[in-house]
């Protein structure tokens, strides 16, 4: 069955460290990937997205990669803040149609 | 602009009875969509409109109706509520609908069946 995996426990980072987050997919062959930020009590924010033509994405201290043939994408954040605490999704896109298959998410905890 | 907002924020219910989860844009979006997020789970495709006029099932569309009102709103009903709708439910907007595209969400709905 398809299935995209995201990490269910919580990550604990150092502020200033670099945080790692995993999104594992398996029988999907996703065109893109998408990754939000959801904060507690509120709806999930855009953050970055990846066409499956693209080895690397970046923006200001975020970094997406997609390996399609490991079925992978790593989310870092680089120099972290405790204002990145937060759980981050992320979804994938088939060509088929035009929903979003999404993972349960990480929660990711960056302490002072 | 306000983007996707969603009402009520909370709702409790009693096992049979009905309500209606509303759900209104303001960027012109074409597209639009009711998700469910439950604990441990991804969030999940209940139905969508894929533009003013048309509605789709999603993934888990059963004891749900939805009303594509105009292109701003998009409703979404529980005829008869049963535990199992327990859950957070957003309404999400995109321009298109078409691929490439991020959705927009809305602050969700909290829905409490007892």
């Known amino acids: 069955s398809q299935k995209i995996e995201q990490n269910s426990e919580a990550l604990n980072i150092q502020e200033g460290k670099t945080a790692t987050l995993t999104c594992n997919y398996t029988?999907?062959?996703?065109?893109?990937l998408q990754w939000y930020r959801q904060d507690p009590g509120r709806g999930p924010v855009f953050l970055l997205l990846?066409?499956?033509n693209e080895k690397e994405k970046r923006k200001e201290r975020l970094k997406v990669t997609f390996d399609t043939t490991l079925k992978q994408s790593l989310f870092h954040i680089t120099a972290s803040q405790p204002a990145d605490s937060a759980t981050y999704l992320c979804?994938?896109?088939?060509?088929?149609?035009?929903?979003?298959?999404w993972g349960a998410g990480t929660k990711l905890i960056i302490k002072p | 602009n306000a983007g996707v907002t969603q009402t009520p924020k909370f709702q409790v219910l009693k096992t049979g009875q009905s309500m209606t989860l509303q759900c209104a844009q303001d960027?012109?979006?074409?597209?639009m969509y009711w998700y469910r997020q439950d604990p441990g789970m991804g969030l999940r495709l209940i139905y969508y409109?894929?533009?003013?006029?048309?509605?789709d099932k999603g993934e888990v569309p059963n004891g749900y109706n939805v009303s594509r009102l105009n292109k701003r709103e998009f409703s979404l009903r529980l005829e008869s509520a049963a535990p199992s709708q327990t859950s957070v439910y957003f309404c999400?907007?995109?321009?298109?609908?078409?691929?490439?595209?991020?959705?927009?969400f809305g602050p969700g709905t909290r829905l409490l069946v007892l």
């Open positions: 999400a907007s995109s321009e298109q609908g078409a691929i490439l595209e991020t959705q927009y």
């Open positions: 960027m012109n979006h074409n597209s």
């Open positions: 409109s894929a533009s003013e006029g048309t509605t």
């Open positions: 029988n999907y062959s996703p065109a893109y």
């Open positions: 990846i066409r499956e």
């Open positions: 979804a994938l896109h088939m060509d088929s149609n035009y929903q979003l298959i």
